[in-house]
């Protein structure tokens, strides 16, 4: 085929923002920008379905390859796909106009810079799944991060410009020693063309320390524990499509470029670093379990003291760990789980009757909310326990619960609360976080802040 249908779909998204660069809609009105950036977005996923049409799915070689000099003896636009690329490629193309329709409710200013950063970021994102270039790779691989940190920037939530920064910075810098190992492997090899280092391939005296190289910038974009902590907050602050872009797109690209990069052109350093990304794997798995263990401590606690309890869990986001993680919970730390849904409700509603008290865990900055008073500030507050009160006219008892000496406990049990049904939702959260405050207070150095997300 001689037409370039990779460089198409890469071009067009910028072709599409260039134009809405030059579109001037009548104040309060972005239509012509909505649906500029609409068509375009979807004329490139029909692009990328002729391309899978196209693919020939009986060889391993890649396909549509264009291979042009660009600097004279050193760095060739190459780009071209084979059966792993292509299926990001077309994810990258359908999500895209999906995260193009979303912004109806979500952005309501700038829309028009909004979907220019959008589509800029779509080319980048193809281009890296195309590029045969290790050079071309690293240009749109970091050129990405510029449009995703004026999206979490400019159009995310009140902590935005401290998440794009933390994102920028953590993404970029992780990113410098694979540019290194880049030119080094130019210096060892004369290339940076990613089929002829296949089939060359690299000295095995210089694999190992190239691949921690490349490392370096996979396991931040991945993220991999420990350098994981940008992404709760990038996720959070980040409006809906960019966190929809961020969770289906950005982050793949890392386990593309560890499948393409570190297994392709490191074999026998990626079998000598294998219990690496494992032991790691499991730390993040351990950790992750980590973020329930103090909810799940004071469940037990309140347990141990003869008052009958049900508690409500947050899932795990992994559907091999939640049957696992409720049967630790259900043997070792309360019989009694509330599961979400009508069928939970109808378990909450049963053991309500029964006298049973509810013990909810919650995502205090993610779960349904209100802007409440906090420390003479308005925070984010779930409303989720002022719902329960009003629904089930259900008193609260706020339990203050000290750790000391690694297992130990000190346990303090507050009189109960009654609510008026004349009581609003807003001003019952009101008087939670007075009696959060309270608690704080007692002792605010031993306080846990989960990821600033009430400061």
Partial sequence: ???????????????????????????????????????????????????????????????????RVWIEGFINYKVGVDGISILFIILTTFITPICIISVNNSVKNRLRDFLIAILIMESFMIGV??????????????????????????????????????????????SVLMLVAIISIYWITGTTDVVQLYEIGIDVKYQNLLWLAFFSSFAVKTPMWPVHTWLPDAHVEAPTAGSVLLAAILLKMAGY???????????????????????????????????????????????????????????????????FMERIRKKYICNNQIKKGIGGLK????????GFSTALMIDQRVSQGIKSNFFNEKAFTTTIPAQLIKKFNMPIVPIFIERYEGVKFKMKVLKPIHFSNEDTIENITNELNKILEKMILANPNNWIWSHNRWK
């Fill in 1 to 67: 085929m001689n037409f370039p249908i990779l460089s198409s779909l890469i071009l067009l998204p910028i072709v599409g923002a260039l134009f809405l660069f030059f579109t001037k809609d009548k104040e309060g009105n972005n239509l012509t920008a909505k649906y500029v950036a609409l068509f375009t977005t979807v004329v490139n996923f029909l692009i990328s379905i002729y391309l899978w049409i196209s693919f020939d799915q009986s060889t391993s070689s890649f396909q549509f390859v264009e291979d």
């Fill in 129 to 174: 799944f195309c590029a045969l270039d290790l050079v071309v790779f690293y240009l749109f691989f970091e050129a990405g991060l510029i449009p995703m940190f004026l999206i979490i920037g400019i159009w995310g939530g009140a902590r935005r410009v401290y998440s794009a920064f933390k994102f920028f910075l953590y993404t970029l810098l992780g």
């Fill in 257 to 323: 470029g560890f499948i393409r990069f570190s297994l392709g052109l490191f074999p026998i350093a990626s079998e000598v670093f294998t219990p690496l990304i494992y032991t790691l794997s499991v730390i993040a798995i351990i950790f992750i379990s980590g973020h329930f263990s103090n909810f799940e401590l004071m469940a037990m606690q309140i347990d141990k003291i003869g008052i009958k309890i049900g508690a409500i869990y947050r899932p795990l986001n992994n559907i091999f760990l939640n049957k």
């Fill in 347 to 354: 378990e909450l509603i049963k053991l309500n009757n029964q």
